[in-house]
């Protein structure tokens, strides 16, 4: 199966981790992420603009750009696109939504599209709203199934307690969520799947206080606390994540919380994929562990468990 693939700024970045054990593990489990031959950023955040359609602007050429692998015969007869990062999920999903409810915003997105064909990057045509964006949760939930994703398993994370953290963007609001907003549940049969001790986090839904880490590091910090405490005391040893920016705030920020709250220990912070990965007994280069981007280094940890 081969599936467009939206990778975005993130996981070419600061979230290498994500992408190095996500398009391993699809491979494993029989799926060709298929990267976009051209793409820019989500956009991310939405305008604070009465009028924000030139918001989706951004958004909207990546979905062209599905179209346009299946004209080009990159794929076939697949209008699916995924991505791993939860920000970039809620961005495009959120600009297809908007766009396919009405068709007087399509019509004037294209509008805007024609007039820029020169300039952004050979776009040729309009969007025709048949695009479907999915976050890789979908995928291991709905393609792939939590069956296949047990049979694959080859070093089973036997003793490993692992609470699962989602954040926001990937749940909220309800129509564009992957899950029950409140009491999600995919990250924990993943988990169980693979055979770790899922841990109670209550706080899994909660905000890690985004971009707010650039000007307002205390809110964060208190965030972070909130975020971990629970989970700790509940037993966790490694939290596990599926958003770039909730994983950078819960493992940067730290610090900053331990030197306000001295009953905060250190844990460290995974992607999802990389326990996949572990798991499903890849090469350790497929980890993402060794790519310095942990500030918490979960290798202690993964060492005394025997799963590295």
């Known amino acids: 199966m081969r599936i467009p693939y939206y990778p975005g700024c993130a996981v070419q970045t600061t979230a290498r981790n994500y992408a190095v054990s996500g398009i391993a593990v699809a491979k494993k489990l029989g799926i060709e992420l298929v990267e976009l031959p051209k793409w820019n950023c989500c956009g991310v955040f939405p305008s604070l603009a009465t009028d924000d359609l030139m918001r989706h602007l951004a958004p909207i050429r990546n979905l062209i750009h599905v179209q ?32 396919k409810a009405d068709e007087e915003r399509l019509e004037k997105i294209n509008t805007f599209l024609e007039r820029e064909k020169e300039y952004a990057g050979g776009i040729k045509e309009g969007y025709k709203g048949g695009v479907e964006v999915l976050d890789f949760l979908e995928v291991l939930r709905d393609i792939v199934g939590y069956e296949k994703i047990r049979e694959n398993v080859k070093k089973p994370l036997k003793g490993l307690k692992v609470a699962p953290y989602y954040g926001c963007l990937v749940l909220r609001p309800r129509e564009i969520g992957i899950d029950d ?10 988990l ?51 958003c770039p920016l909730c994983t950078f705030n819960l493992d940067f920020r730290q610090k900053e919380a331990r030197k306000i709250h001295k009953d905060l220990k250190e844990i460290p912070i995974m992607y999802y994929t990389q326990l996949m990965a572990i798991a499903f007994g890849l090469e350790r280069e497929y980890y993402g562990v060794d790519l310095g981007l942990h500030y918490v280094d979960p290798k202690p940890l993964l060492k005394a468990k025997n799963l590295y």
């Open 68 to 99: 346009e692998m299946n004209e080009n015969g990159i794929v076939e007869n697949e209008y699916r696109v995924v991505t791993f990062c939860s920000m970039c999920y809620h961005t495009l999903k959120e600009a297809n939504m908007f766009l």
């Open 181 to 190: 907003p409140e009491s999600p549940t995919v990250m924990e049969k993943i």
């Open 192 to 242: 169980e799947a693979l055979g770790a001790e899922v841990v109670n986090n209550p706080n899994k839904s909660q905000c890690c206080g985004s971009y707010h880490t650039v000007d307002r590091k205390e809110i964060v910090a208190k965030l972070t606390y909130d975020n971990l405490i629970y989970p700790i005391r509940n037993g966790a040893e490694v939290i596990t994540t599926c």
